[in-house]
């Protein structure tokens, strides 16, 4: 090590081998390319001390990006879990905002969105947590949430941009309907075409403008539509019919619902249900009975 180094290199050499995190470690490295000796004898010095700090760098930058994504990972599902998916600017921001109760950052430069914003939207009494993501094509796009959500909405404003979307989308298990935004910019003639392009591909699709606030209230009740899962109310015997309704996945049983109110050890007496699923009122059912959207159910317990 060449000895004629300055006051300044040398106490940041000591402050590097003092450091005790790698973050110390970086601004120290830092500070030593800054005071470099700069004579011929020190090349090889120079190229090691560049060397080290780029590779920490780099180990810092995975490091951060892995904490990033199990945090992102963190995100709690709660309700029907609905994420945004689209290319930038086609109002994915636009829509969560008009939906729920969040406030994301919206702009007409692209990539606005950098990490996934949650809202909550409710509707007829199901809870939907719908999450903003940075567009398809993204560093940051979250390829796991889009695959695991219930229900992804499918932004576009061009019908192009439906096949540009999908690819990124071929591992999802979630329903898709697609959201045409932006109708304030279309004629009748070009909503008209562009509606039935998408519905020749056989997917839930709804016209859309965030700006004039149209068919938001039928892109709630084609969520709601595709959500998958049944309300239904309860009512003790002799007393109204509860208000706020269970939340059960479709086609769920009268046992199931039974398994989610009671406690374990509960003997049902007998079953009484009027609604969709029913033939008559108060028909009486067994647990196997195969419950309908805004089914009352009446169970006599001991
Ligand atoms: N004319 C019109 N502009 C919209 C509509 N929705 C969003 N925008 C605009 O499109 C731009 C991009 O919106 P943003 O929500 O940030 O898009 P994101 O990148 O998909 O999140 C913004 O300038 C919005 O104001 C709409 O329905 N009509
Ligand atoms: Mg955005």
Redesign the pocket.
Not at 54 to 62: F, V
Not at 249 to 265: D, H, M, R, Y
């Given at each position: 090590m060449p000895t004629n180094v300055s006051p300044e290199f040398s106490k940041a050499q000591s402050k590097y081998l003092e450091a005790k995190t790698d973050e110390e470690r970086l601004g120290a490295l830092k500070e030593m390319i800054k005071f470099m000796p700069q004579h011929k004898g020190a090349e090889a010095l120079r190229a090691n001390i560049r060397q080290r700090f780029k590779k920490l760098r780099q180990y810092l930058e995975k490091k951060e990006r892995q904490k990033k994504i199990r945090k992102k990972e963190g995100i709690k599902k709660q309700g029907i879990q609905v994420v945004l998916c689209?290319?930038?600017?086609?109002?994915?921001?636009?829509?969560l905002s008009i939906l729920t109760n969040a406030k994301?950052?919206?702009?007409?430069y692209?990539?606005?969105?950098k990490k996934p914003i949650l809202g909550a939207l409710n509707y007829q009494g199901l809870l939907f947590q719908i999450i903003?993501m940075p567009?398809i094509n993204h560093e940051n796009f979250e390829q796991g949430l889009a695959n695991t959500a219930d229900i992804l909405l499918v932004?576009i404003t061009k019908p192009e941009e439906l096949e540009e979307t999908l690819p990124f989308l071929e591992k999802s298990i979630g329903k898709k309907i697609v959201v045409i935004?932006?109708?304030?910019?279309l004629s009748q003639e070009e909503k008209r075409k562009f509606e039935a392009r998408i519905k020749t591909k056989r997917f839930p699709c709804c016209l859309?403008?965030?700006?004039?606030s149209e068919g938001l209230e039928n892109l709630k009740s084609i969520l709601f539509e595709n959500s998958e899962v049944i309300r239904v109310y309860t009512k003790e015997p002799g007393k109204a019919v509860d208000k706020t309704p269970i939340i059960m996945p479709a086609n769920s049983t009268i046992g199931q619902l039974a398994e989610k109110i009671f406690k374990k050890g509960i003997k049902i007496k007998e079953v009484r249900i009027t609604g969709p699923s029913s033939k008559f009122p108060n028909q009486k059912v067994g647990l196997k009975h195969q419950l309908k959207d805004k089914d009352v159910v009446e169970f006599y317990t001991n």
């Amino acid at each position: 090590m060449p000895t004629n180094v300055s006051p300044e290199f040398s106490k940041a050499q000591s402050k590097y081998l003092e450091a005790k995190t790698d973050e110390e470690r970086l601004g120290a490295l830092k500070e030593m390319i800054k005071f470099m000796p700069q004579h011929k004898g020190a090349e090889a010095l120079r190229a090691n001390i560049r060397q080290r700090f780029k590779k920490l760098r780099q180990y810092l930058e995975k490091k951060e990006r892995q904490k990033k994504i199990r945090k992102k990972e963190g995100i709690k599902k709660q309700g029907i879990q609905v994420v945004l998916c689209g290319l930038t600017n086609s109002g994915k921001s636009s829509l969560l905002s008009i939906l729920t109760n969040a406030k994301p950052l919206i702009a007409e430069y692209e990539f606005t969105t950098k990490k996934p914003i949650l809202g909550a939207l409710n509707y007829q009494g199901l809870l939907f947590q719908i999450i903003d993501m940075p567009a398809i094509n993204h560093e940051n796009f979250e390829q796991g949430l889009a695959n695991t959500a219930d229900i992804l909405l499918v932004v576009i404003t061009k019908p192009e941009e439906l096949e540009e979307t999908l690819p990124f989308l071929e591992k999802s298990i979630g329903k898709k309907i697609v959201v045409i935004n932006k109708i304030d910019l279309l004629s009748q003639e070009e909503k008209r075409k562009f509606e039935a392009r998408i519905k020749t591909k056989r997917f839930p699709c709804c016209l859309v403008s965030c700006k004039t606030s149209e068919g938001l209230e039928n892109l709630k009740s084609i969520l709601f539509e595709n959500s998958e899962v049944i309300r239904v109310y309860t009512k003790e015997p002799g007393k109204a019919v509860d208000k706020t309704p269970i939340i059960m996945p479709a086609n769920s049983t009268i046992g199931q619902l039974a398994e989610k109110i009671f406690k374990k050890g509960i003997k049902i007496k007998e079953v009484r249900i009027t609604g969709p699923s029913s033939k008559f009122p108060n028909q009486k059912v067994g647990l196997k009975h195969q419950l309908k959207d805004k089914d009352v159910v009446e169970f006599y317990t001991n």
